[in-house]
């Protein structure tokens, strides 16, 4: 069975410094991988999407980005993180645009 | 821009009645549509998918699609507190990603 994997749970960050997030998946191959980001209160924004390694659709300009170097493998990064960057990020797997299905999430918070 | 509407809610419910929950899509060639349950503090978890026209059922799930009034809906029935969740739908053209709305808030009360 497919299973995805996120990590960390939870992160304090200080203003400026770098992230890393990571988001693996296992039991399927070549998935569309993606990066939500959810606010306090608010809805799931679509960061990232990728169809395929090196794949990547950014849908909100930011100060984030996305790697994707093997094909099970979705990365979240930032060279340097804004107070608004804090949020409840959430990686998520699909086929063929069926459904999808979600990491556990990592909330980020940055003071 | 792509966009699913939903109302926010609170949309509150006594335990055992029906509630119903409304999402609408502005892209026509959305091909795939769901829905999730989100529990505070927790990733959302798929409960329904509907692909077609009419109605789809799930035990105590309805969902139902009208792809000519873009519009989708879900009902549960015999809600239960447990059901207390935000509830998101999710549309899908084929070949993009998953576009959710901002969610709907349920509160059973008991």
């Known amino acids: 069975s497919q299973t995805i994997h996120q990590w960390p749970a939870t992160l304090v960050q200080p203003v400026g410094s770098p992230l890393s997030l990571e988001c693996t998946v296992e039991?399927?191959?070549?998935?569309?991988l993606y990066w939500y980001r959810q606010a306090a209160g608010r809805g799931l924004q679509l960061l990232f999407y990728?169809?395929?390694?090196?794949?990547i659709s950014s849908e909100v300009p930011q100060n984030l980005s996305a790697s994707r170097p093997q094909d099970r493998q979705f990365i979240l990064s930032s060279k340097k993180l804004l107070l608004s960057d804090s949020g409840f990020y959430l990686c998520?797997?699909?086929?063929?645009?069926?459904?999808?299905?979600f990491g556990q999430g990592t909330r980020l918070t940055v003071v | 821009q792509k966009e699913v509407e939903q109302n926010s809610g609170p949309l509150s419910v006594p335990e055992g009645a029906i509630a119903s929950l409304n999402c609408t899509y502005s892209d026509r060639g959305s091909q795939s549509f769901f829905w999730y349950r989100q529990y505070s503090g927790k990733s959302p978890e798929l409960i329904m998918s509907?692909?077609?026209?009419g109605d789809k059922e799930d035990g105590r799930f309805t969902a139902q699609l009208n792809k000519a009034s873009q519009y989708v809906s879900l009902l549960i029935r015999d809600s239960q507190p447990s059901d207390s969740a935000t509830y998101l739908c999710a549309v899908n053209q084929a070949g993009t990603a998953l576009i959710f709305g901002k969610g709907t808030t349920l509160s059973v009360s008991s």
């Open positions: 990728s169809v395929g390694i090196g794949q």
């Open positions: 998520a797997w699909s086929v063929l645009g069926r459904e999808a299905f």
């Open positions: 509907i692909y077609s026209n």
């Open positions: 039991g399927t191959s070549n998935p569309n």
